[in-house]
């Protein structure tokens, strides 16, 4: 895997996202082994890239294959999402649009609350009080502020870097378990991380700073996994 063969070697990442919210995950995490990123946000020629694949994995290919055919580098893609167990796994690789065109992360918040209220959806663990085990055996700490956990779920992150010269990906994916809660919490990070409380740690990912989300984010396990293999 090369950039004009020199692979990660370069001090310049390509990450193919538009996400502002990723691209301060990815410079936060390359910064650290002494990279800089740019985004698709620093190419506005490059047309918007269709996601029409049906895996997290497919997308991801398909936006580092769109942009590295454009820019003659290799890229480094992220298709990511949340998968609701109580949704049966929606809203998955539509995670996006979830609330149709035009949709920001405030409308599609809005929208999994108003899908997991249409069909009752609540844990029933008590108020402030710990849940005993999970399957791991650790206990999980809730909200204290009287939220209600509504539905154990999980962010995917698959992703792709495509190298243009040699039409070959490297290719690596993480998860991350938390539950929905139905109220916010924390300022920090983007997309659902208000919704997503992580219970082995009895704070939401949006309370955590970016170091700690990095630690142990979908993100962070996808992006781990894929510089161990390079
Ligand atoms: O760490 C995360 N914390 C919270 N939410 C997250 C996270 N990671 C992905 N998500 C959500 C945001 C968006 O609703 C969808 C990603 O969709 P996805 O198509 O991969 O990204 P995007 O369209 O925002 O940017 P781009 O395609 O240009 O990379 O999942
Ligand atoms: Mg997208």
Redesign the pocket.
Known sequence: MGINGQGFGGDLIV?????N??VK?FAHAFAKIGKQIV??NDYPHIPD?P?DGDT?AA??RI?AKAAGDALGVPAL??????RVAALDGA?G?Y????SGEG?T?AS?NAKLLKELAAIGADLQIPQGESTGNDEAGEVWRLPQDGSKALSPAQ???ALALYDPATGEFVEAEGTVDGVITDKPHGEG?????PL?WLPELGRG??ELSREE?GGI???GEALRKLLASL
């Open positions: 990450v193919a996202t538009k996400n919210g990723k995950e985004s698709l890239i996601e997290f997308n991801a936006k893609a992220d298709d990511s999402g949340l809203p690789v995670s996006a649009r979830y949709a992360d599609n962010f995917v992150c990070g983007f997309g659902y991380d997503f990912m949006a989300k984010s979908h993100r």
